[in-house]
């Protein structure tokens, strides 16, 4: 069982940045890919980042390219998600999903969701 706990979310105005981050605990952290999600009221999940679990290979939604950063520290057991120039569309709940295979998570599906932050962009 991997357990993830997001935190970082809040209210920013358009053009400003936040960072997220998720804390697991559990089984061995670097045995798994990582990834973040989000979803905004009355939309379906959208993919928005993925790592791999040795961080040579990153995956980002076209929608957030140039804008956001994936991260993770393997000694913390730590994913990180740096925002820039954040942008109204950008409002949604934010989720971290942890799974062993990165071609899987990439279409989201992954063994382990966290409960997700809110992040509120407002213009």
């Known amino acids: 069982q991997v357990h993830l706990v997001e935190s970082g979310g809040g209210l920013v105005q358009a053009g400003g940045s936040l960072r997220l981050s998720c804390a697991a605990s559990g089984r061995t952290f670097s045995n798994y890919a990582m990834g973040w999600f989000r979803q905004a009221p009355g939309k379906e999940r959208e993919s928005v980042a993925q790592i791999s679990w040795s961080g040579s290979r990153i995956v980002y939604a076209d929608s957030v390219k140039g804008r956001f950063t994936i991260s993770r520290d393997n000694a913390k057991n730590t994913l990180n998600l740096q925002m820039n120039s954040l942008k109204p569309e950008d409002t949604a709940v934010y989720s971290c999903?942890?799974?062993?295979?990165?071609?899987?998570?990439?279409?989201?599906?992954?063994?382990?969701w966290g409960q997700g932050t809110q992040v509120t962009v407002s213009s």
């Open positions: 999903a942890a799974d062993t295979n990165f071609r899987a998570l990439i279409n989201a599906h992954a063994e382990y």
